[in-house]
């Protein structure tokens, strides 16, 4: 762990538990359900697990969902995006098909950590430039000591975290009660 990396890799990451993906998918799900999404978008790899289970999850809900997340190899007509990205200090580009992301389609994005913002802004530019709307944003484990959620909140998306990681002192988690 480094004084911002918050590294799980035991339970949200290299290994999941599913007991809590599942969980996880079923508060978001309850959580968004009023804003009837269409679909799920996040980042491959590590916000598929969530997202999968967030879909799973409103599938009780009154209607269907579809997961989608932006490939790096997709080919043809692409929506595209560039995201900084934090744990690896490097820029990426996101894509997703157009076909999998329709116009006025209402989208849910799921990630699995929130740090600057710079996964879920790239995220939302995909949905702007496909004409269709961010009904919310799910994340996992948001750290509160970075600017994403103040950021997200100020351009008007409902951003709702599940764990918030006020600080991380001598190698030790802080988290919000
Ligand atoms: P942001 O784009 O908000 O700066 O960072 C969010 C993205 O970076 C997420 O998709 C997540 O995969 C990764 N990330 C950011 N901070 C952390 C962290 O502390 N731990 C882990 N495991 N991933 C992080």
Redesign the pocket.
């Known amino acids: 762990m480094g004084t911002?990396?918050?590294?799980?890799?035991m339970f949200?990451?290299h290994r999941l538990d599913t007991d809590l993906f599942v969980k996880m998918g079923q508060a978001f799900a309850q959580e968004f359900a009023q804003e009837k999404p269409d679909l799920v978008l996040t980042?491959e790899a590590?916000?598929i697990a969530a997202a999968l289970t967030t879909a799973m999850g409103l599938r009780k809900y009154p209607r269907g969902i579809r997961q989608e997340e932006p490939h790096p190899e997709c080919d043809g007509d692409v929506y595209e995006s560039r995201?900084?990205?934090?744990?690896h200090g490097v820029e990426n580009h996101i894509r997703v098909d157009k076909d999998y992301l329709p116009k006025g389609a209402r989208v849910l994005i799921v990630?699995?950590?929130?740090?600057?913002?710079?996964?879920?802004e790239g995220l939302c530019d995909l949905v702007r430039q496909a004409g269709a709307t961010v009904v919310g944003i799910g994340i996992c484990?948001e750290?509160s000591f970075?600017p994403?959620h103040q950021k997200l909140a100020q351009e008007g998306y409902h951003v709702v975290s599940l764990a918030r990681v006020t600080a991380i002192r001598d190698g030790k988690l802080i988290v919000e009660d």
């Open positions: 911002d990396i918050v590294k799980v890799d949200l990451n980042v590590s916000g995201v900084f990205s934090f744990t990630d699995d950590f929130l740090a600057n913002g710079e996964a879920a484990v750290k970075q994403g």
